[in-house]
Protein backbone atom coordinates (compact mmCIF):
# COMPACT_ATOMS: atom_id res chain seq x y z
CA UNK A 1 0.00 0.00 0.00
CA UNK A 2 1.27 3.38 -0.86
CA UNK A 3 2.47 6.03 1.63
CA UNK A 4 0.66 9.13 2.48
CA UNK A 5 1.47 11.87 0.42
CA UNK A 6 2.96 14.63 2.83
CA UNK A 7 2.39 18.36 2.03
CA UNK A 8 4.97 20.42 1.96
CA UNK A 9 4.98 24.07 3.94
CA UNK A 10 5.05 25.43 -0.17
CA UNK A 11 1.53 23.54 -0.82
CA UNK A 12 0.25 23.98 2.45
CA UNK A 13 0.77 27.83 2.32
CA UNK A 14 -0.90 27.74 -1.31
CA UNK A 15 -4.37 26.59 0.10
CA UNK A 16 -4.95 29.36 2.29
CA UNK A 17 -5.38 31.53 -1.01
CA UNK A 18 -8.76 29.81 -0.88
CA UNK A 19 -9.56 32.39 1.89
CA UNK A 20 -9.60 34.72 -0.43
CA UNK A 21 -13.08 33.93 -1.21
CA UNK A 22 -14.75 34.68 2.09
CA UNK A 23 -12.54 37.51 3.29
CA UNK A 24 -13.80 39.33 -0.08
CA UNK A 25 -17.40 38.34 0.47
CA UNK A 26 -17.35 39.76 4.10
CA UNK A 27 -15.92 43.31 2.19
CA UNK A 28 -18.50 42.89 -0.29
CA UNK A 29 -21.19 42.29 2.20
CA UNK A 30 -19.76 44.56 5.00
CA UNK A 31 -19.50 42.24 7.77
CA UNK A 32 -17.23 43.08 10.15
CA UNK A 33 -15.43 39.69 10.80
CA UNK A 34 -12.30 40.13 8.45
CA UNK A 35 -10.37 40.35 11.46
CA UNK A 36 -11.77 37.81 13.56
CA UNK A 37 -11.14 35.94 11.09
CA UNK A 38 -7.33 36.52 10.19
CA UNK A 39 -6.99 36.20 14.21
CA UNK A 40 -8.81 32.92 14.15
CA UNK A 41 -6.82 31.63 11.09
CA UNK A 42 -3.25 32.68 13.15
CA UNK A 43 -4.42 31.01 16.28
CA UNK A 44 -4.93 27.69 14.49
CA UNK A 45 -1.81 27.39 12.64
CA UNK A 46 0.05 28.26 15.93
CA UNK A 47 -1.96 25.76 18.15
CA UNK A 48 -1.47 23.11 15.71
CA UNK A 49 1.65 23.55 15.43
CA UNK A 50 2.63 23.49 18.75
CA UNK A 51 0.39 20.41 19.57
CA UNK A 52 2.29 18.47 16.61
CA UNK A 53 5.33 19.22 18.14
CA UNK A 54 4.12 18.31 21.68
CA UNK A 55 2.28 15.00 20.78
CA UNK A 56 5.24 13.73 18.85
CA UNK A 57 6.66 14.12 22.12
CA UNK A 58 4.02 12.64 24.26
CA UNK A 59 2.89 9.80 21.64
CA UNK A 60 6.85 8.86 21.76
CA UNK A 61 7.19 8.98 26.38
CA UNK A 62 2.99 7.90 26.60
CA UNK A 63 3.28 7.84 30.08
CA UNK A 64 0.09 7.56 31.65
CA UNK A 65 0.57 10.62 34.19
CA UNK A 66 1.16 13.07 31.14
CA UNK A 67 -1.81 11.42 28.80
CA UNK A 68 -3.73 12.22 32.12
CA UNK A 69 -2.38 15.46 32.75
CA UNK A 70 -3.35 16.44 28.44
CA UNK A 71 -6.46 15.52 29.07
CA UNK A 72 -7.83 17.59 31.88
CA UNK A 73 -5.96 20.56 30.33
CA UNK A 74 -8.30 19.72 27.48
CA UNK A 75 -10.95 19.78 29.58
CA UNK A 76 -10.47 22.93 31.60
CA UNK A 77 -9.36 24.70 28.58
CA UNK A 78 -13.13 23.54 27.25
CA UNK A 79 -14.72 24.73 30.67
CA UNK A 80 -13.38 28.22 30.12
CA UNK A 81 -14.47 28.39 26.70
CA UNK A 82 -18.05 27.31 27.44
CA UNK A 83 -18.22 29.84 30.11
CA UNK A 84 -17.02 33.03 28.22
CA UNK A 85 -18.78 31.95 24.58
CA UNK A 86 -22.40 31.42 26.73
CA UNK A 87 -21.48 34.70 28.05
CA UNK A 88 -21.07 33.62 31.71
CA UNK A 89 -19.82 34.67 34.94
CA UNK A 90 -16.59 32.46 35.95
CA UNK A 91 -17.46 32.11 39.72
CA UNK A 92 -21.26 30.29 39.29
CA UNK A 93 -20.24 27.82 36.02
CA UNK A 94 -16.09 26.80 36.61
CA UNK A 95 -16.73 23.84 39.01
CA UNK A 96 -19.78 22.41 37.53
CA UNK A 97 -18.72 22.73 34.02
CA UNK A 98 -15.36 20.72 35.01
CA UNK A 99 -16.81 18.32 36.79
CA UNK A 100 -18.87 17.51 34.29
CA UNK A 101 -16.17 17.43 31.72
CA UNK A 102 -14.26 14.94 33.83
CA UNK A 103 -16.93 12.80 34.85
CA UNK A 104 -18.33 12.26 30.86
CA UNK A 105 -14.53 11.51 29.44
CA UNK A 106 -13.68 9.08 32.81
CA UNK A 107 -17.25 7.01 31.58
CA UNK A 108 -16.59 7.15 27.53
CA UNK A 109 -13.31 5.98 27.29
CA UNK A 110 -13.31 3.86 30.41
CA UNK A 111 -16.06 2.25 28.23
CA UNK A 112 -14.76 2.60 24.60
CA UNK A 113 -10.97 1.91 25.50
CA UNK A 114 -11.19 -0.90 28.22
CA UNK A 115 -14.29 -3.04 26.80
CA UNK A 116 -15.57 -1.66 23.08
CA UNK A 117 -11.93 -1.49 21.94
CA UNK A 118 -10.04 -3.88 24.59
CA UNK A 119 -6.84 -2.02 24.68
CA UNK A 120 -4.44 -3.30 26.96
CA UNK A 121 -3.27 0.21 27.86
CA UNK A 122 -6.09 2.12 28.04
CA UNK A 123 -4.11 5.23 28.60
CA UNK A 124 -2.48 4.68 24.79
CA UNK A 125 -1.80 8.21 23.17
CA UNK A 126 -2.84 7.10 19.98
CA UNK A 127 -6.18 6.54 21.12
CA UNK A 128 -7.01 8.17 25.05
CA UNK A 129 -5.48 11.66 23.58
CA UNK A 130 -7.89 11.87 20.38
CA UNK A 131 -10.63 10.44 21.09
CA UNK A 132 -10.66 12.25 24.18
CA UNK A 133 -10.07 15.57 22.27
CA UNK A 134 -13.27 14.50 19.43
CA UNK A 135 -15.20 13.91 22.56
CA UNK A 136 -14.22 17.45 24.21
CA UNK A 137 -14.74 19.65 20.77
CA UNK A 138 -17.81 18.52 19.73
CA UNK A 139 -18.99 18.91 23.62
CA UNK A 140 -17.82 22.04 23.89
CA UNK A 141 -20.09 23.36 20.54
CA UNK A 142 -23.13 21.56 21.35
CA UNK A 143 -22.91 22.43 25.54
CA UNK A 144 -22.41 26.46 24.36
CA UNK A 145 -25.49 26.02 22.40
CA UNK A 146 -27.57 24.47 24.87
CA UNK A 147 -26.21 26.37 28.28
CA UNK A 148 -26.78 30.13 26.35
CA UNK A 149 -30.13 28.31 25.65
CA UNK A 150 -31.23 27.29 28.89
CA UNK A 151 -29.95 30.18 31.18
CA UNK A 152 -30.48 32.95 28.09
CA UNK A 153 -34.42 31.55 28.02
CA UNK A 154 -33.93 31.74 32.24
CA UNK A 155 -33.41 35.08 32.56
CA UNK A 156 -35.76 36.04 30.12
CA UNK A 157 -38.70 34.29 31.11
CA UNK A 158 -38.41 34.77 34.87
CA UNK A 159 -42.22 35.15 35.15
CA UNK A 160 -42.79 31.73 33.83
CA UNK A 161 -40.40 30.25 36.07
CA UNK A 162 -41.78 31.90 39.49
CA UNK A 163 -45.13 31.33 38.32
CA UNK A 164 -44.49 27.52 37.52
CA UNK A 165 -42.39 27.50 40.98
CA UNK A 166 -45.70 29.22 43.12
CA UNK A 167 -48.35 27.42 42.04
CA UNK A 168 -47.25 24.72 43.62
CA UNK A 169 -44.83 23.32 40.80
CA UNK A 170 -41.27 21.70 42.67
CA UNK A 171 -38.32 23.64 41.25
CA UNK A 172 -37.59 20.02 38.96
CA UNK A 173 -40.81 20.33 37.58
CA UNK A 174 -40.13 24.04 36.96
CA UNK A 175 -37.47 23.93 35.44
CA UNK A 176 -38.39 20.70 33.08
CA UNK A 177 -39.51 22.96 29.94
CA UNK A 178 -36.01 25.20 30.08
CA UNK A 179 -34.17 22.16 30.07
CA UNK A 180 -36.03 20.16 27.54
CA UNK A 181 -35.52 23.01 25.34
CA UNK A 182 -31.73 23.15 26.13
CA UNK A 183 -30.92 19.57 25.20
CA UNK A 184 -33.32 19.92 22.29
CA UNK A 185 -31.19 22.93 21.12
CA UNK A 186 -27.83 21.89 22.09
CA UNK A 187 -28.35 18.12 20.65
CA UNK A 188 -30.27 18.70 17.25
CA UNK A 189 -27.34 20.02 15.16
CA UNK A 190 -25.53 16.64 16.02
CA UNK A 191 -28.73 14.04 15.15
CA UNK A 192 -28.81 16.21 11.82
CA UNK A 193 -25.46 15.24 11.41
CA UNK A 194 -25.85 11.74 12.45
CA UNK A 195 -28.48 10.88 9.79
CA UNK A 196 -26.49 12.24 6.83
CA UNK A 197 -23.42 10.80 7.62
CA UNK A 198 -21.85 8.87 5.04
CA UNK A 199 -24.44 10.58 2.62
CA UNK A 200 -23.20 13.91 1.67
CA UNK A 201 -20.17 14.56 4.01
CA UNK A 202 -17.16 11.85 5.09
CA UNK A 203 -16.07 12.41 8.55
CA UNK A 204 -12.80 13.47 9.61
CA UNK A 205 -11.53 10.38 11.52
CA UNK A 206 -12.93 8.18 8.94
CA UNK A 207 -10.94 10.32 6.28
CA UNK A 208 -7.75 10.49 8.02
CA UNK A 209 -7.76 6.87 8.36
CA UNK A 210 -8.41 6.14 5.04
CA UNK A 211 -5.62 8.56 3.91
CA UNK A 212 -3.15 6.98 6.74
CA UNK A 213 -3.72 3.44 4.76
CA UNK A 214 -6.51 1.90 6.66
CA UNK A 215 -9.19 -0.02 4.79
CA UNK A 216 -12.35 1.63 4.56
CA UNK A 217 -14.06 -1.52 6.52
CA UNK A 218 -11.97 -0.35 9.20
CA UNK A 219 -12.27 3.10 9.27
CA UNK A 220 -16.54 2.83 8.93
CA UNK A 221 -16.23 0.62 12.11
CA UNK A 222 -14.19 3.15 14.02
CA UNK A 223 -16.40 6.57 12.54
CA UNK A 224 -19.43 4.60 13.95
CA UNK A 225 -17.56 3.84 17.37
CA UNK A 226 -16.80 7.53 17.25
CA UNK A 227 -19.94 8.65 16.40
CA UNK A 228 -21.34 6.99 19.36
CA UNK A 229 -18.80 8.12 21.68
CA UNK A 230 -19.39 11.86 20.37
CA UNK A 231 -23.03 11.58 20.66
CA UNK A 232 -23.51 9.59 24.28
CA UNK A 233 -20.49 12.61 25.33
CA UNK A 234 -22.37 15.78 24.28
CA UNK A 235 -25.60 14.51 26.14
CA UNK A 236 -24.04 13.20 29.14
CA UNK A 237 -21.94 16.96 29.21
CA UNK A 238 -24.65 18.90 28.44
CA UNK A 239 -26.76 17.38 31.71
CA UNK A 240 -24.66 16.63 33.75
CA UNK A 241 -23.72 20.12 33.34
CA UNK A 242 -27.35 21.34 33.39
CA UNK A 243 -28.31 19.57 36.45
CA UNK A 244 -24.65 20.53 38.34
CA UNK A 245 -24.76 24.70 37.11
CA UNK A 246 -28.29 24.09 38.62
CA UNK A 247 -26.83 23.48 42.45
CA UNK A 248 -24.99 27.16 41.75
CA UNK A 249 -27.18 29.02 39.99
CA UNK A 250 -30.13 28.88 42.43
CA UNK A 251 -30.67 30.06 46.11
CA UNK A 252 -31.97 27.89 48.88
CA UNK A 253 -35.91 29.35 48.12
CA UNK A 254 -35.19 28.40 44.80
CA UNK A 255 -34.43 32.42 42.89
CA UNK A 256 -32.18 32.13 40.17
CA UNK A 257 -29.47 34.14 41.43
CA UNK A 258 -28.22 37.44 40.35
CA UNK A 259 -25.33 38.19 37.86
CA UNK A 260 -25.05 34.45 36.20
CA UNK A 261 -24.39 36.94 32.87
CA UNK A 262 -21.64 39.01 32.32
CA UNK A 263 -22.52 42.78 32.08
Not at 71 to 97: E, Q, S
Not at 175 to 200: E, H, Q, W, Y
Request: hydrophobic share 55%.
Amino acid sequence: MKEIVDIGIGSLALGFLLMVIPIAGFIYFKVKIVKETVIALIRMVMQLSLVAFYLEYIFAWNNAWVNVIWVCVMILVGTFTTIKRAGLTYRFFILPFAISGFISILILDAFFLGFVIHLDYVFDARYFIPISGMVLGNALNHNIVGISNYFGRLTKEQDLYYFLLVNGDSRKNSLAPFIRSAIKSGLNPLIATMSVIGLISLPGMMTGQILGGSSPMVAIKYQILIMLAIFVGCSLNLMLSILLANRFAFDSFGRIKANLFKK
